[in-house]
């Protein structure tokens, strides 16, 4: 999931529309001429508590702020502004949630410049891990090697909570960090030689998937056949879920996938 999805201006389009308003671009150093909002911590917050990383420590907004020439300007003074009900922005731009669900919208302003909105997900504590997909599986792979075939099903995970009524609901907007092992070791994300991580819906390779409004999150193992030194090889994958930096109960899952020659 590309969380580098929003807008920011070309410097060079912000310069020229204030020429072309008749407005003479400030040369300071310090003062903002362009900003940067590009991606909030994490794409969640637990209802609550407040605004984390993914190592689960607390994290202020934080946008970028450039001057006339192009420069970063440290330690600018930005505002961030609310356009929804739900989380409350104190001092330092930490972020706190008191809605149990929902999405709230925040824009960073300074100097009659505002970014497009960056969405924040507001959700339940996650509590559990259920497994979704099947824990050991065979892949009767195909030579020539065809991507078509050769890659699994999905290697799903559902991150549930707790934490309401009604029984058990799911954690929306949590990420679900995927590792794969090949004969005991990590294979690193450009290494195609053996196996791959998938998106769920393409061919991009990733670690890391957020889960759905069903709390969901999945990825699929691409197996390069003509890379496998034996016809009869494993690899490993884990799915981990951390919350304050511990492991969410069911996590890490462990999936094996066996190959076999088709």
């Not at 075939?149 to 799911?170: M, P």
């Not at 884990?238 to 304050?244: F, N």
């Amino acid at each position: 999931m590309n969380r580098r999805s929003l807008w920011r201006a070309p410097f060079a389009v912000v310069v020229a529309a204030w020429f072309g308003a008749c407005t003479t671009v400030s040369t300071s150093p310090t003062t903002i001429a362009a900003m940067e909002f590009d991606s909030l911590a994490y794409p969640s917050i637990v209802t609550g508590d407040t605004l984390r990383d993914s190592l689960g420590k607390a994290a202020p907004l934080h946008a970028v702020a450039f001057n006339g020439n192009g420069v970063v300007i440290a330690n600018p003074s930005i505002r961030y502004l609310l356009l929804d009900s739900g989380v409350t922005i104190g001092n330092g731009g930490i972020v706190t949630a008191q809605a149990r669900s929902g999405t709230a919208n925040i824009v960073a302003s300074a100097n009659g410049i505002q970014t497009k909105p960056r969405p924040l997900i507001i959700t339940r504590r996650p509590d559990s891990v259920i497994v979704t997909g099947k824990l050991v599986d065979t892949l009767r792979y195909v030579l020539p090697d065809d991507p078509g075939q050769n890659v699994t099903a999905e290697l799903g995970v559902r991150v549930a909570t707790f934490d309401t009524t009604g029984g058990i609901k799911n954690t929306q907007g949590w990420l679900v960090s995927y590792q794969l092992l090949f004969a005991g070791t990590v294979v690193a994300k450009s290494d195609t030689t053996v196996a791959s991580l998938w998106n769920t819906g393409s061919q991009n390779g990733s670690l890391v998937d957020t889960t759905d409004a069903n709390g969901l999150a999945s990825r699929r193992v691409r197996i390069r056949a003509l890379g496998l030194p034996s016809a009869a090889e494993s690899v490993v994958v884990m799915a981990t879920v951390r919350y304050k930096g511990a492991a969410v109960r069911g996590s890490p899952v462990r999936f094996v996938i066996h190959t076999r020659p088709k």
